[in-house]
């Protein structure tokens, strides 16, 4: 295959997203394009952009995004901090009830109250986070599928991907490291004296974290409105603990990724403004 005809292939529908064999681009069973043929079942895709130009002026700058995540994730963990004290405390008062010792009716008002206070705030700021890290999650895939045009998916999977059934639990970690790889790969293209770190552990830390928090979060739920005993409510108390201290680790590595991350779009742009002023 020439250069010609796979740069004619990366226009194509039919390409398999995300190949690295040249003479396996297709996707069309058994169809493989001689170095002296013209396709024939060519299907324009209208979202591949291969100009360099065009490329440049159709990214989008998300720097703020990123900056807004941030502030809600910090503030999200600072609330798990405050969380976990409030469960242990209310843990130690259910204790004290099931051990036959008096505690007053200002005392479970008081613990009531600001367990209520702390799950409102912590709703608000958690669905705030959520809103901020899928609409930068997809800039950053948007801006790489612009970038390249063998991702494996298009920027409406970095939205979708979070609350499809099953796909959930793997798609958006595959996207997160798409993006990490193919973007630190891009910028070695750019400037091969600059040293990219391409490693994606911390992404696996961040995903595993995710997945036991909302394992514990969703157990957590089901026993809201099955916890008939002192007991049952101590055992919620200290999942609810658990959870919120694995908040705050899950909170810190989203955070150092998304700026890790931030860092890599960041020198793209600085390439790619430098290649407009050329």
Sequence with gaps: ??????????????????????????????????????????????????????????????????????????????????????????????KDIRNGLFVSDDMINANDTREQIIGILYLIASIASIVFFILWFRRAYYNLNIRSSNTEHNDSWAVYSWFVPIISIYRPYQIMKEMWTKTSISIARQNKSTIVDNST??????????????????????????????????????????????????????????KEYSKKEQLLFEYENNYLKI
């Excluded at 024939?40 to 990123?66: G, H, P, Y």
């Excluded at 957590?220 to 002192?230: E, S, V, W």
């Excluded at 908040?247 to 590595?253: D, E, K, N, S």
């Design 201 to 258: 552990y911390i992404i696996s830390i961040w995903w595993t974290l995710w997945i036991i928090s909302n394992y514990i979060g969703k157990n957590i739920l089901k026993r809201a409105f099955n916890d008939n005993t002192i007991d049952d409510l101590i055992n919620t108390s200290i999942l609810e603990m658990s959870c919120s201290i694995l908040g705050i680790p899950l909170a810190i590595i989203t955070i150092i990724m998304i």
């Design 1 to 94: 295959m020439t250069e010609n005809q796979l740069e004619f292939c990366n226009k194509c529908l039919n390409r398999k997203k995300g190949i690295s064999e040249e003479e396996s681009i297709c996707n069309i069973r058994g169809h493989i394009l001689k170095t002296d043929e013209i396709c024939t079942i060519f299907d324009r895709d209208k979202n591949v952009i291969l100009d360099s130009m065009e490329k440049i002026e159709r990214i989008k700058q998300n720097d703020s995004r990123a900056k807004n995540n941030l502030i809600f994730i910090s503030i999200v963990m600072i609330l798990e901090f405050i969380s976990a004290i409030s469960s242990y405390f209310q843990m130690s008062l259910l």
